[in-house]
């Protein structure tokens, strides 16, 4: 292990493998970062407001709640 010239590989390879594990490491960070920015650009957009089909069926489920919810206490409508 004397020998400069095999020292010199051996720290130009390990400088190599230091390289690339930092490149991967910076391209995954990249990645976290671009998902992250996408889920925040979603949850920041407003919700689409319902159509009219689906507000009727909404408060049709909600009146059948409140039946249900009567029934179970025992009041009679």
Same mark, same amino acid.
Request: glycine share 6%; net charge neutral; aromatic share 4%.
């Given at each position: 292990?004397?020998?400069?010239?095999?020292?010199?590989?051996?720290? /130009? @390879?390990?400088?190599?493998?230091? #390289?690339?594990?930092?490149? $991967?490491? !910076?391209?995954?960070?990249?990645?976290? %970062?671009?998902?992250?920015?996408?889920?925040?650009?979603?949850?920041?957009?407003? /919700? @689409?407001?319902?159509?009219?089909? #689906?507000?009727?069926?909404? $408060?049709? !489920?909600?009146?059948?709640?409140?039946? %249900?919810?009567?029934?179970?206490?025992?009041?009679?409508?």
């Amino acid at each position: 292990m004397s020998d400069p010239q095999t020292t010199l590989t051996l720290v /130009a @390879a390990s400088l190599a493998g230091l #390289a690339m594990l930092t490149f $991967a490491a !910076l391209n995954g960070w990249r990645g976290w %970062l671009q998902l992250k920015t996408q889920e925040m650009r979603l949850s920041a957009e407003p /919700a @689409a407001t319902p159509n009219a089909g #689906a507000r009727i069926e909404i $408060a049709d !489920l909600k009146e059948r709640i409140r039946k %249900l919810e009567a029934i179970a206490a025992g009041v009679d409508l």
